[in-house]
């Protein structure tokens, strides 16, 4: 089973950038990705995806404009490149993996891997 390890969270102030980073124990090749978010006291959030051959990706219209995903596959390395950056971005960001692609908002019921999280926090 493919492992996931996300990196490159902190504090970064507001209209600042982070760009974060969800390392594969193996192979993406074949799986879609995506980057979801839980801020604390709120639910789940699904806020972008990217195909198997990281051709199609979709935003939620929280992040649309602001983020950018891409994925690696020579580097088995998925990314959230995040800009201009608010207080409401704060949150713990997790990296998913699925051997299914749903065009818009990946379900979390076809989620087969999840990593461990890395922590994004906005403030001045």
């Known amino acids: 089973e493919v492992h996931l390890v996300e990196s490159g969270g902190g504090l970064a102030q507001p209209g600042g950038s982070l760009r974060l980073s969800c390392a594969a124990s193996?192979?993406?090749?074949?799986?879609?990705m995506a980057w979801l978010r839980q801020a604390p006291g709120k639910e789940l959030e699904w806020i972008s995806s990217i195909n198997a051959r990281g051709i199609t990706t979709f935003y939620s219209d929280s992040v649309k404009g602001r983020f950018t995903i891409s994925r690696d596959s020579a580097k088995n390395v998925l990314y959230l490149q995040m800009n201009n950056l608010r207080p409401e971005d704060t949150a713990m960001y997790y990296c998913?993996?699925?051997?299914?692609?749903?065009?818009?908002?990946?379900?979390?019921?076809?989620?087969?891997?999840w990593g461990q999280g890395t922590q994004v926090t906005v403030s001045s």
């Open positions: 193996g192979s993406l090749n074949g799986y879609s």
């Open positions: 998913a993996l699925s051997t299914l692609w749903d065009p818009g908002a990946l379900r979390r019921d076809h989620i087969s891997v």
